[in-house]
């Protein structure tokens, strides 16, 4: 194997890596916060890339204009999944999140289905052909600007929970719930933005995909099973370990279906996921959430 195939390889991976990043993010705060694995994560992920294509159809604007329209059209859906139905049952044994998350991922997935048929969608951009060029190294531009909107958004994501009070708050609820209420924090409602934020960082992601992966209704579960790889290499919870797992398992699925093909790059992420756990049982960066 040559050193420019390695490059080429890598290169594909890490740009990929950081839309897994992105999605890997909104499910591991979701879980770091609130507790609950959402199995619909996916679906909020194909709902983003539908309202962008939509959108796009509508106003002709580029897929970047639309992000914040995006951005905040999932967060509002995603308040009100909390609202209506998490919170009802936040209580509840976890075996009970997990039916209902996996029975609004069957319903959104079959609703989309039934409305858009299993056609696939394309959404193409005034520089979908166009290519950059890293020495011998090929980076179409697509991929580029999805890789460096998803790191920036990331970023921005950690700077909120940082420096701003309710970023503080989520902290604080992440780390002790009763501590936190003690000193006048409405776990209520921070669990309501967290949800909200985890779900509009999913259709953001969806948003990013749009220009070079096609729209599907099937596209959720996919993407839902890298996540979750994504944010157990790193550790349940942690943010900066869903972006390293992501990265990683970007790289890993790269050389996977460069050399072996079709799902070959899966299959290798998913022993590198066996590996790690057997070495770190609880991820790479463990448990916190920063």
């Known amino acids: 194997m040559s050193l420019e195939i390695l490059g080429q390889v890598c290169i594909n991976g890490l740009m990929i890596g950081g839309i897994y990043a992105l999605v890997s993010v909104g499910l591991s705060l979701i879980y770091g916060v609130v507790g609950f694995a959402n199995f619909a994560h996916g679906s909020f992920l194909m709902v983003g890339m539908y309202l962008t294509w939509g959108l796009w159809r509508w106003t002709h604007l580029d897929p970047l204009l639309l992000l914040p329209l995006v951005f905040f059209c999932l967060f509002g859906i995603g308040w009100l999944f909390y609202r209506q139905l998490i919170d009802p049952i936040i ?3 976890d075996e009970v999140h997990l039916f209902l998350t996996l029975g609004i991922s069957l319903m959104l997935d079959n609703g989309f289905l039934l409305a858009f048929t ?10 979908a052909d166009t290519t950059l060029y890293l020495g011998n190294l090929t980076l179409p531009l697509t991929r580029v600007l999805g890789f460096v909107m998803a790191l920036l958004i990331a970023w921005g994501l950690f700077l909120f ?8 708050a989520i902290r604080a609820v ?12 409405d776990s209520k409602q921070i669990f309501a933005v967290s949800v909200a934020l985890g779900i509009a960082l999913a259709g953001v992601a969806g948003l990013l995909l749009t220009p070079f992966h096609p729209i599907s209704p099937e596209v959720g579960l996919r ?4 996540a979750f790889l994504c944010v157990v290499v790193g550790g349940m919870g942690s943010l900066k370990g869903s972006i390293l797992g992501a990265l990683l398992v970007g790289v890993l699925y790269s050389f996977g279906y460069q050399f072996f093909g079709g799902e070959g790059g899966l299959i290798l992420a998913y022993l590198a996921l066996l590996t790690i756990l057997n070495l770190r049982p609880s991820g790479l960066y463990g448990k916190e959430l920063l």
Do not use: C, H
Not at 223 to 226: G, K, N, T, V
């Open 91 to 93: 209580r509840a044994p």
């Open 118 to 127: 299993a056609d696939r969608r394309f959404l193409k951009t005034v520089y």
């Open 161 to 168: 929970l940082q420096r701003t009070k309710v970023g503080r």
């Open 174 to 185: 992440s780390q002790d719930r009763s501590l936190a209420e003690s000193v006048g924090v």
């Open 223 to 226: 993407y839902l099973l890298i």
